[in-house]
């Protein structure tokens, strides 16, 4: 046992250290070593090359939320960070406010878990709209519920 690293404010050898500090071994005496470890005052420090390993890989940038449709039927959008935030962020605004983020939405997943989630009719219907502007339809007088918008992710 080489070198340790401080886990808790303390005093060895009349040092202070801080957690996080390196704590040479020669600052504990060698029959104290386990208790103190025990007392999680220290830890042993991890050698240079375990500490330089890899990073772990990034979250996955889609993943699968199943939605039932108004029908009964689950259809599986795959989903991306983005879409989940935009629809939390219409549930959380007023009717008034949700209506004009819907309106810029322009990813056709987004707009299912909006139509999914959201049980306002005023908002079911602007994604609905919003997605028929989407896919080059002209308005539509749908209130949603229904099928997924076409074009949208998961198909």
Do not use: W
């Not at 801080?18 to 208790?35: F, N």
């Not at 549930?91 to 989630?117: N, S």
Request: glycine share 10%; proline share 9%.
């Amino acid at each position: 046992m080489g070198v340790f690293t401080c886990t808790k404010p303390a005093t060895f050898a009349g040092v202070k250290y801080m957690p996080g500090d390196t704590v040479p071994a020669e600052a504990i005496p060698a029959d104290r070593v386990g208790a103190v470890i025990r007392l999680g005052l220290i830890a042993e420090a991890q050698p240079a090359a375990e500490a330089q390993r890899e990073p772990e890989p990034p979250a996955p940038t889609t993943f699968t939320v199943p939605v039932t449709l108004e029908d009964g039927t689950v259809y599986d959008a795959t989903v991306t960070p983005e879409a989940v935030v935009e629809l939390v962020a219409v549930l959380q605004t007023t009717v008034e406010g949700a209506t004009a983020r819907v309106k810029a939405i322009t990813d056709g997943t987004a707009l299912i878990l909006i139509d999914a989630c959201d049980s306002r009719k005023t908002i079911k219907k602007a994604a609905a709209t919003r997605a028929a502007e989407l896919e080059g339809k002209p308005g539509t007088e749908e209130t949603g519920g229904g099928e997924p918008p076409a074009g949208g992710e998961g198909e």
